[in-house]
């Protein structure tokens, strides 16, 4: 079975961190770029960030950058979001996606897979 599981998330107070994993079963993410995403309640999904299936481009949504990082382990499988400095706002669903195109930039469209969201909330 094709399936993207994401793990890492739960409650953090803000100021903190958490890295958030997107783990793929039944084929190998070599050829795939990855995105992230976000929904958080009453709102639309949002594109977080990006990496393409080289790992060469990498993309941040304003809101993110500076503040999560992107990244890849081909030999695991597993793609990853390194997010600090968390604020209040960051609370959502976090979902990663796969697509497979050849592409030099990344992309948050035309997705082939998605995993079924782990939930991040910031709170004191």
């Known amino acids: 079975q094709l399936q993207l599981v994401e793990s890492g998330g739960g409650l953090v107070q803000p100021g903190g961190s958490l890295r958030l994993s997107c783990a793929a079963s039944g084929f190998t993410l070599d050829y795939y770029g990855i995105g992230w995403f976000r929904q958080a309640p009453g709102k639309e999904r949002e594109g977080v960030s990006c990496?393409?299936?080289?790992?060469?481009?990498?993309h941040y949504a304003d809101s993110v950058k500076g503040r999560f990082t992107i990244s890849r382990d081909n030999a695991k499988n597993t793609v990853y979001l390194q997010m600090n400095s968390l604020k209040p706002e960051d609370t959502a669903v976090y979902y990663c996606?796969?697509?497979?195109?050849?592409?030099?930039?990344?992309?948050?469209?035309?997705?082939?897979?998605w995993g079924k969201g782990t939930l991040v909330t910031v709170s004191s």
């Open positions: 990496i393409s299936s080289s790992g060469d481009s990498t």
């Open positions: 996606a796969a697509y497979r195109r050849s592409s030099y930039y990344c992309s948050y469209y035309g997705m082939d897979y």
